[in-house]
């Protein structure tokens, strides 16, 4: 490695003389020229970049959650078209895109498409006569040393430019200790992106954010598409190359989808070897076009369609394979190829490519989240059938987690009551969250290859406002240190110990005795209360809890070296927060519930005082998006005072409110108020 970094270190001592030798030859009318084109450049393509906002939805532990995410894009069509990353719009269900001037706009997704990791938006206001837009480089012909600008809004930071060269233009994201099959990158399981081009590696630092970004060359064209880089910048970033991004950008708006033909095999390149032409088959996928037209891993194809073929590079494969995937789908390719030293031929017919992912869904009546099984998935897992629902989440304490036996993550279920389920669609079919509370199903389940009936009981019914009850225990509103027989002597305190008070709380029933902050509580109703080490007053708040409310409880307290008997009447304690009124608010994605005492107390809110306490938001549902926070306490909605939750539900009732009316929260958050809005755009699905 030592002499690898040498020689590295000696690249660039040289490049950097170089251009020191360029920069001492420039005259001043020159140097303006270089400056006036890399802003030229510049000003060709950052005026159509825009920041991206996805509220997306995931599969959390058994249920969907919503959140917002962000990335960034480039208009490339007059009609509104931008350009990003299928990891940027992965999931997402609303989408909106930040101009240069400052306009945010709605968006709707065109397509996307995994295995190249691009994806198209549209924007849906598109003024008259059109968006000016940037163009695609027609052809990758960057060579390592070229200047290029990185552009997006890292970190959801709008429109920021970053400058560096190109380190290879062809790059497999490949160490020299990996075999070459390793190239491919995961969006996710399951999800291989990168099968068929290499990247352009360069060092224009990209952050998080950054994603969909385009990479910009001196002639004002996007060459690339950003994709990967360090988390915390740095100067190692790739992209995608403009010519197979163009191409994949045009199907997605032309089809919605990029079609694809699909021989199912997979080729290495001839290297180490020791062969001089043709390509090797390293793997075929079982029924696909390839298995059925006889061919074999260890295969050498030398022809197809009777022209030569030679793979002899690793970097060679993405193209191959991707000239293989353009051919119209259901067309016949000749294949020529080697076994045993014989040439043989084969003849495949290609079919359409099959997804590597289905679609996600949830059930929220059991409590899973389940993804469609697919051929990818189904091999992955070694699964003898691609058809069924697999188990992604399971949410504790639900149906299916309490089923018999409960569900697992990884499960594939085959059948719901005897009939077969393998899409989105069969559930639906079957009203589950209508029906949620239906008597028991019988599901079949398919779990490391044994075969499985798993019980759902019948869910109970309902009660919204089911809160504990308890019986109402004895308080006297002090908080309490335990101190020992050790800590008293030191502090000129009881010989025995006791309780020192630390807190009483304005117009208890100790406030009221006359009880105060560094008194040492020594006995209650007549009884020394044992102190059995210095943290924790569980046996005092005990004692005291079994009092009896409204009669007066003796107590002697020690106090400037005397003891003092006074008599505290026990109230009923002020109810905890899980027993307070609550509400949740299914169109906001948000709970809320009545505020309590101690709540006042914490953050010093009056008395009087009105409102609700958020107890949890959707960050990316529309509570999230007006910028509600759990633990906010909302004051007023639309200017109107909110007494209690029952009160909330009114004023946030979607159905009495006017189409397009903002909504307003005041709401109270550490100490200060926040006026915040709820975008009339975000509520439409817009």
Excluded: C
């Amino acid at each position: 490695m030592t002499g690898v970094r040498s020689v590295m270190a000696l690249l660039i001592l040289g490049l950097a003389a170089s251009l020191a030798r360029a920069d001492a030859g420039l005259t001043i009318e020159q140097a303006g020229s270089a400056q006036a084109r890399m802003q030229a450049a510049r000003d060709a393509v950052l005026p159509y970049v825009v920041s991206i906002f996805v509220v997306r939805e995931d599969a959390v532990q058994g249920r969907a959650e919503l959140r917002v995410s962000s990335g960034s894009g480039t208009i490339i069509t007059r009609d509104g078209h931008v350009a990003t990353n299928a990891h940027v719009t992965e999931n997402g269900k609303r989408f909106r895109v930040v101009l240069a001037d400052k306009r945010e706009l709605s968006a709707i997704l065109v397509g996307e498409d995994a295995l190249s990791d691009i994806a198209v938006l549209k924007i849906r206001d598109v003024p008259e006569g059109g968006f000016p837009f940037a163009h695609f480089a027609t052809e990758n012909d960057l060579q390592a040393g070229d200047v290029v600008m990185a552009m997006g809004a890292p970190w959801g930071m709008a429109h920021s430019v970053s400058q560096g060269v190109v380190n290879n233009p062809e790059r497999l994201l490949l160490s020299l200790f990996q075999d070459e099959a390793d190239y491919e990158q995961q969006l996710g399981q399951n999800q291989p992106t990168a099968r068929f081009y290499a990247w352009i590696q360069h060092d224009a630092s990209i952050s998080p954010g950054n994603s969909g970004g385009p990479l910009v060359d001196l002639r004002g064209q996007i060459v690339g598409i950003n994709t990967r880089g360090n988390a915390m910048g740095g100067d190692m970033a790739f992209a995608i190359p403009a010519p197979v991004a163009s191409k994949i950008v045009g199907d997605l708006i032309a089809y919605g989808a990029v079609p694809r033909s699909f021989f199912g095999f997979g080729v290495r390149s001839l290297k180490r070897s020791g062969f001089d032409r043709g390509v090797l088959v390293s793997s075929v996928i079982r029924n696909a076009p390839a298995a059925e037209a006889g061919l074999e891993a260890g295969d050498r194809i030398v022809a197809i369609d009777g022209q030569p073929v030679t793979v002899a590079e690793p970097e060679q494969v993405p193209p191959f394979l991707r000239a293989l995937t353009e051919r119209k789908i259901g067309a016949t390719m000749a294949v020529t190829y080697l076994r045993d030293g014989k040439e043989r031929q084969a003849s495949l017919v290609s079919t359409e490519y099959p997804p590597d992912l289905g679609h996600d869904l949830e059930v929220k009546a059991w409590g899973v989240t389940f993804t469609e099984l697919t051929p990818n998935i189904a091999r992955s897992r070694y699964l003898g059938r691609d058809a069924g629902l697999l188990v992604t989440g399971v949410l504790p304490g639900k149906r299916a987690a309490t089923a018999h036996p409960p569900w697992l993550v990884g499960d594939v279920v085959h059948a719901i009551d005897g009939k077969p389920v393998a899409t989105r669609i069969d559930m639906q079919a079957l009203d589950l969250d209508n029906g949620g509370a239906l008597p028991r199903r019988v599901v079949a389940i398919e779990r490391n290859g044994a075969q499985l009936l798993s019980v759902l009981d019948a869910k109970p019914a309902r009660d919204a406002d089911k809160k504990l009850r308890e019986l109402p225990k004895a308080w006297i509103g002090i908080e309490t240190q335990p101190i020992t027989a050790t800590t008293a002597a030191l502090i000129d305190g009881p010989s025995g110990g006791g309780y020192r008070i630390t807190r009483v709380y304005e117009d208890s029933p100790a406030d009221k005795a006359g009880i105060q902050v560094g008194d040492v509580l020594t006995s209650l109703a007549g009884a020394a209360v044992p102190v059995s080490g210095d943290i924790g007053d569980e046996p005092l708040q005990s004692r005291i809890r079994d009092a009896l409310l409204d009669e007066p409880l003796q107590i002697e307290v020690w106090r400037g070296g005397k003891t003092r008997a006074l008599a505290v009447v026990p109230m009923a304690a002020p109810a905890p927060a899980s027993s307070l009124k609550s509400r949740t608010i299914d169109w906001l994605d948000l709970g809320v519930r009545n505020i309590g005492f101690y709540d006042r107390v914490s953050r010093g809110i009056a008395a009087d005082s009105k409102g609700v306490i958020v107890e949890n938001v959707a960050p990316g549902g529309l509570g999230g998006l007006a910028h509600l926070a759990a633990g906010d306490v909302v004051l007023r909605v639309n200017g109107e005072v909110v007494a209690d939750v029952d009160r909330f539900e009114q004023l946030t009732d979607r159905k009495a409110r006017a189409a397009g009316q903002p909504l307003s929260f005041l709401v109270l958050r550490g100490s200060r108020t926040r006026l915040l809005y709820l975008d009339a755009e975000w509520e439409q699905g817009r």
